[in-house]
């Protein structure tokens, strides 16, 4: 339900959102506890739920899943020749060899990447988009960029600076810096 003030506003009166009801009931039933958290990463993971039901709705329409979504990304991303070793696209996107090995079965079998012997090592293999897997990646990350443009546009342009602004801040304490993209 939509704030009927402006949230920012300190003296505004809003409909409660579900997680002001679950704090609420914290209160009253653990007032030796601050609940507040809950709100932040309550509020967070609600979010994420959604945008993620969004996100993966674009990538459905390509015949993606997400998992297959971000392997195709990462390949792209890297530039010509659009080709990474599987070890290298399972630390990227933060997947087990077993199940990179799974994700590159499926997205061979649809002709999307094909994988060959490295020139460079006999034992290691490549993973390269093919020509339909480019073609398939470019068409499903121009809708996936316009997708979470629609989304960011619910908020104001300053709150979407701020809040990503916040977040940066927050996962650097979470997180290493990556040492690839």
């Known amino acids: 339900m939509p704030a009927t003030t402006p949230p920012d506003d300190p003296g505004a009166t809003r409909a409660p959102d579900r997680l002001d ?4 009931a914290w209160r009253r039933e653990r007032p030796d506890l601050d609940p507040r958290p809950q709100g932040v990463i309550g509020r967070l993971h609600r979010v994420a ?4 039901d969004e996100l993966v709705e674009v990538y459905r329409q ?3 899943s997400e998992g297959d979504f971000d392997v195709l990304a990462t390949l ?15 630390a990227s996107t933060l997947v087990t060899s077993g199940g990179m090995t799974k994700r590159l ?7 999307l990447v094909r994988r060959r012997v490295s020139d460079d ?28 443009h629609r989304l960011l546009a619910e908020l104001e342009p300053a709150d979407v600076d701020a ?3 916040i977040l940066r801040r927050w996962l650097a304490r979470l997180e290493e810096p990556p040492t690839n993209a």
């Open 76 to 90: 792209r991303r890297g530039g010509a020749p659009f080709e990474r070793t599987a070890g290298d696209l399972a």
């Open 121 to 148: 090592d006999a034992r290691g293999r490549l993973v390269a988009l093919t020509a339909r897997g480019r073609q398939v990646i470019d068409a499903a990350f121009a809708d996936h960029l316009a997708n979470e």
């Open 163 to 165: 809040l990503e602004g």
């Open 49 to 52: 739920g959604h945008l993620t």
């Open 105 to 111: 079965d499926r997205l061979e079998r649809a002709g």
């Open 62 to 64: 390509h015949g993606l």
């Open 21 to 24: 009801l679950i704090q609420a």
